[in-house]
């Protein structure tokens, strides 16, 4: 996915946590803005980016200021050498209209030109350790069970279930397993291919 696609996704995401938020339902939004709650629909899916005219409809509708709506949009240029995602963060998308009782939660959407992908389980035992090391290429994981406390760069971050954090690997990082459990990571390395 482009970076396009990603903005036309995060804005119709992030109008739809904001309608949610203010429990309005898509026919309220219709009604105060004069767009059809399929188009309303589209837009909240990433499906099409709103006509400048829509889109200031919608930020009155939604009491929205257009200098803040966009501060939290993550530039290309500002990556700090990982992402943290924790698990309430993910934002709910619906990728298909009328779709009962399927749940999407996106997690991550970064374009990343010239990479081959490689997706493991690792399972890490009680007490697991290593010294760190630095890989090529970028790499995303997910706590699917347990917690873990992953060392990057400087940085100690304890990632509990649910959590996913994406990083370039070139920094040094190791996983840590300081827990009675086992923990159980889905790893996902991007690399970088010439």
Known sequence: MGQTEYIVMWVGSKIKEIRRNKDLKLND???QTGISIAMLSKIENGRVFPTWHSLLQIFT???LNLNTFFNDLPKE?????YLLFRSNEYRS????????GFDYRLVLTRSIEKSALEISVLTL?????R???STDGFQFLFVVKGSVVYHIGKETLTLEEGDSLFFDGGIEHV??????????LLLMYFLTVN
């Open 29 to 31: 939004l219709s009604q």
């Open 61 to 63: 509708a939604l009491d």
């Open 77 to 81: 240029n500002e990556f700090s050498g």
């Open 93 to 100: 998308i619906e990728k298909e209209e009328e779709a009962k």
């Open 125 to 129: 035992r009680p007490g697991a350790s």
């Open 131 to 133: 010294e760190k090391v």
């Open 175 to 184: 996983p840590e397993n300081k827990t009675a459990e086992e923990a159980f």
